[in-house]
C-alpha cells in the first residue's frame, strides 16, 4: 500500500469504514445507505453526496471497483487494496477497543 492511500485512508471516517464494510458484497450507493441505517440502528444515515463522493474517490484510489450496472444503479464491490485498508482499520479499532476495557 502506497504513502498515499494511507495517508489518506488510516484512521478512516465512520462513513468510508461503513462503505467498505458493506461492499464486502456488492451493491450499490443507496443499499448501502440503508445497511448503514440498519446496522447503526439509525444512528448513522449516509447523505448522498458524502455517500457518491465517497465513492467516487474509493474508486479512483482503487479501494473498490465498478462491477456492473444494474437498474440504472451503479454496483461496487471492494478490492484487495480496499480490503488491506479495511483490515488496518479494523485492527486499530480492535485495538482502541481493548485498550479502553484495559483502563476500566
Do not use: W
Not at 34 to 53: H, K, N, S, W
Not at 57 to 79: A, H, N, P, Q, S
Amino acid at each position: 500500500m502506497d504513502a498515499h492511500i494511507k495517508k489518506v485512508y488510516v484512521p478512516m471516517t465512520e462513513s468510508g469504514f461503513y462503505i467498505l464494510l458493506c461492499l464486502r458484497r456488492a451493491n450499490h450507493g443507496y443499499g448501502i445507505v440503508q445497511m448503514v441505517r440498519e446496522m447503526t440502528d439509525g444512528e448513522i444515515v449516509l447523505a448522498p453526496g458524502t455517500m457518491y463522493g465517497s465513492l467516487s474517490k474509493m474508486e479512483k484510489d482503487g479501494l473498490i471497483r465498478f462491477l456492473r450496472e444494474e437498474d440504472k444503479r451503479k454496483i461496487y464491490v471492494i478490492t484487495s487494496l480496499g480490503n488491506e485498508v479495511l483490515d488496518i482499520e479494523m485492527k486499530r479499532i480492535e485495538r482502541l477497543y481493548r485498550n479502553m476495557k484495559e483502563m476500566q
